[in-house]
């Protein structure tokens, strides 16, 4: 009787600590599991959000911050030495590469939640809505999400960014040559005035 009683305290205490064993590993994997989402869910640690000063790297204009409505369509920058800046618009990050002559890593915000996302990675969608600069386009970080929006938004379609890129390079044509104008009519009111000074003095 005794040793039975004794096989039978073993048995129990064995596997009271198989199943300790088994939550212990169950718990781990839980954890492990929530660090790795938690990890792939940061997109970029040195990404950064703007402050009330700062303003658009390309335009100068106001970049908003992700509390305002319109801070859905600013656009952020990651240079090659680690440092960022900001754009208000999509075109405009576009417009700074090409005036730069550099690629940049790119990130735009998701329309719904404001959180940043890579470029590459977003779904585009072109709409009639206002954007700072009024290129038009939201962001998205998945189809479902872009569908819903569509299906709101009267005639909105799905994008590319060549499709962004062809009208940010109309507009960067036409600033280049608005500077080159400027320039020239600063030169030409310099020489009226030369000109002015050397009649003057002949007349002396």
């Not at 064995?14 to 590993?25: F, H, M, T, V």
């Not at 719904?112 to 009024?134: C, G």
């Not at 005639?155 to 044509?173: H, P, T």
């Amino acid at each position: 009787m005794k040793k039975k009683l004794s096989i039978v305290i073993i048995l129990t205490a064995s596997l009271l600590g198989a199943c300790n064993q088994n939550d212990e590993k169950t718990t781990h994997q839980h954890n492990s599991t929530e660090q790795t989402t938690k990890a792939s869910n940061t997109v970029d640690e040195r990404l950064k959000e703007p402050t009330k000063d700062d303003k658009c790297a390309f335009c100068d204009m106001k970049v908003f911050d992700a509390k305002q409505e319109m801070g859905a369509f600013t656009a952020q920058a990651i240079k090659k030495d680690g440092s960022t800046m900001f754009l208000d618009d999509i075109g405009c990050i576009l417009n700074q590469e090409r005036k730069d002559k550099e690629t940049y890593e790119k990130y735009v915000r998701d329309y719904n939640s404001k959180e940043w996302l890579k470029l590459d990675d977003a779904i585009i969608v072109k709409a009639d809505i206002k954007t700072p600069m009024n290129y038009g386009y939201a962001f998205f970080k998945d189809q479902k999400s872009a569908d819903a929006f569509i299906e709101k938004n009267k005639g909105a379609q799905i994008a590319k960014v060549s499709d962004i890129d062809k009208i940010a390079l109309e507009r960067y044509k036409m600033k280049m040559k608005k500077m080159q104008d400027m320039k020239k009519s600063d030169s030409d009111k310099k020489m009226d005035m030369h000109s002015d000074d050397n009649n003057t003095d002949s007349h002396k």
